[in-house]
């Protein structure tokens, strides 16, 4: 029997709630609209619930012997790294103190494009917006770089673009409809000047986007860190810097697509807990964010940690990164092959989807907004915050009083 319910997605930033998965198929599909995104993550899942178990060394065990191991294996380490965290509010809030009871840092699947951001948000402080005020409010849309479609589908549907029922607004892609004037970086200063006021040589195209700029009511600056160059930041300022000129004398406000696979989520949870985001830890010298020593690639590549927690309930081809540590895997079932290889140490448990075989929260893009997500076909997998629950647990049972 085919049923079809209302959905959010949680495969996307935009976290869209105006779709339907619909169930009955061999696995779940979209339906009431199209994003490529939402259809392949769907695709991840079968229309029954998955029952597999965990494992340790490739040995299916109980939930309770897998905690005990994978607490064992953070006992035994100086310095654990949590990585990928894609998971849910409750998920992140379980994560927490499991990191801090084992000293760990944490750092997302896609941590260099987070911190780009944030480092601009501590450096120059900006102004924001919300999906729902673009697209009812905007007058002037400018896409920084590109329409950021790889990264969120149906982000022009989202601003209200190609909308009849929502006012109509000018779109300049700057790099398509404005040429860039050497690169990115180039172009966007010589932007930031125009728009200060300064008298600096300037092709035409610029000039005149500038001018836009002055003239609109409320503009707003697109952009998504996922696809940005290296040093990013600088970027991500300079558009920073455009639009607090611009709000001297009318208003403006910039928008960035990213965080997905729950990684905006944990990095919002770490900084309500500790007052710290993610690329951080509760080490020897107490709480330390450290946004480039903290870097999981590079504490990976120069093994400067011995312990692999790695969390990805949204994405079945979110693999772990490829390392001789011991490995503690919270995810997907058809991630358990990534758990095992001979000679190293692994704790598998797979894990329920927030959206899919459970409920959960995700903030969206916006992060203003924390979307419900409700379960599209419930299973009987632990979520993220179960499993973390259970291995802190475990790992206080084990440790003398």
Do not use: K
């Amino acid at each position: 029997m085919t049923a079809s319910a209302a959905w959010t997605c949680p495969f996307c930033p935009l976290a869209c709630d105006h779709l339907r998965v619909r169930t009955g198929a061999a696995t779940l599909e979209l339906d009431g609209g199209d994003c490529p995104r939402a259809s392949r993550g769907l695709a991840q899942f079968g229309a029954e619930p998955d029952d597999a178990a965990p494992e340790i060394d490739g040995r299916p065990v109980t939930l309770g012997q897998a905690a005990a191991g994978a607490a064992a294996l953070l006992a035994a380490a100086q310095q654990p790294l949590f990585g990928g965290l894609g998971t849910d509010v409750a998920g992140a809030r379980s994560l927490y103190p499991l990191a801090c009871a084992t000293g760990a840092i944490s750092d997302p699947a896609g941590g260099a494009a987070l911190m780009q951001g944030l480092r601009a948000l501590q450096d120059r402080g900006q102004f924001t917006t919300t999906l729902a005020e673009v697209r009812t409010r905007a007058d002037l849309i400018v896409f920084v770089g590109a329409v950021p479609q790889d990264v969120a589908p149906l982000v022009r549907e989202r601003c209200g673009i190609g909308d009849a029922q929502v006012p109509q607004r000018q779109v300049v892609v700057l790099g398509a409809d404005v040429p860039l004037h050497g690169d990115l970086f180039d172009t966007l200063g010589l932007l930031a000047a125009l728009v200060a006021g300064r008298r600096v040589a300037a092709p035409e195209p610029l000039q005149a986007l500038a001018q836009r700029l002055h003239a609109a009511r409320y503009a707003v600056l697109v952009g998504a860190p996922p696809a940005l160059p290296p040093q990013g930041a600088l970027l991500i300022e300079a558009v920073h810097r455009i639009v607090n000129d611009l709000n001297a004398s009318t208003r403006a406000a910039a928008l960035w697509i990213g965080g997905g696979n729950g990684s905006a989520t944990v990095n919002q949870v770490y900084a309500w807990l500790s007052g710290l985001p993610l690329r951080s830890r509760a080490g020897p010298r107490g709480l330390e964010h450290e946004p480039m020593a903290f870097d999981a690639a590079r504490l990976l590549a120069d093994g400067e940690v011995d312990a692999l927690l790695w969390v990805a309930s949204f994405d079945a081809a979110a693999q772990p990164p490829d390392t001789d540590a011991p490995l503690i895997l919270l995810g997907h079932p058809a991630l358990a092959p990534s758990a095992r290889r001979a000679g190293r140490r692994s704790v598998f448990i797979p894990v329920s989807t927030p959206g899919i075989g459970s409920d959960g929260h995700l903030f969206r893009t916006d992060g203003t907004v924390l979307m419900p997500l409700r379960a599209a076909r419930r299973d009987a997998l632990p979520s993220v915050a179960t499993a973390a629950g259970a291995i802190l647990q475990a790992l206080r049972a084990g440790r003398p009083a």
